[in-house]
């Protein structure tokens, strides 16, 4: 069974980048599609993109397609989402998610069976 674990959050000003790491212990990355999610308070969990281990295929939700983007580390069990020209509205904790290929790609949280703990990122205005 894969763990998930998070890092690179934290604190910057909006305008600013910042990279999140996913790595997996426990297994490869390569049977799953991975994704990221992100939940502000008293929001809903948000699906942010996908990534495809086989092949590199990536997806993204309109609303960051032209900011984040998610690729695969020199590392074979880590994913990044890096993030550009961030505002106070990507204030959330952001997450990584695993689950096994059925050819479609899932935007639904319940759709994913592993998760990493999440890891907070705040900009500030």
């Known amino acids: 069974q894969v763990q998930l674990v998070e890092t690179g959050g934290g604190l910057v000003q909006a305008g600013d980048s910042l990279r999140l790491s996913c790595t997996a212990s426990?297994?490869?990355?390569?049977?799953?599609?991975m994704a990221w999610f992100r939940q502000a308070p008293g929001k809903e969990r948000e699906w942010l993109g996908a990534?495809?281990?086989?092949?590199?295929?990536?997806f993204y939700d309109d609303s960051v397609k032209d900011r984040f983007a998610i690729g695969r580390d020199n590392s074979e069990n880590t994913v990044v989402l890096l993030m550009t020209d961030l505002k106070p509205e990507d204030t959330a904790v952001y997450y990584c998610a695993a689950r096994h290929p059925t050819g479609v790609v899932a935007k639904r949280p319940t759709a994913y069976s592993f998760w990493g703990q999440g890891t907070q990122v705040t900009v500030s205005s």
């Open positions: 990534f495809i281990w086989s092949g590199g295929s990536t």
């Open positions: 426990g297994g490869s990355f390569e049977p799953y599609t």
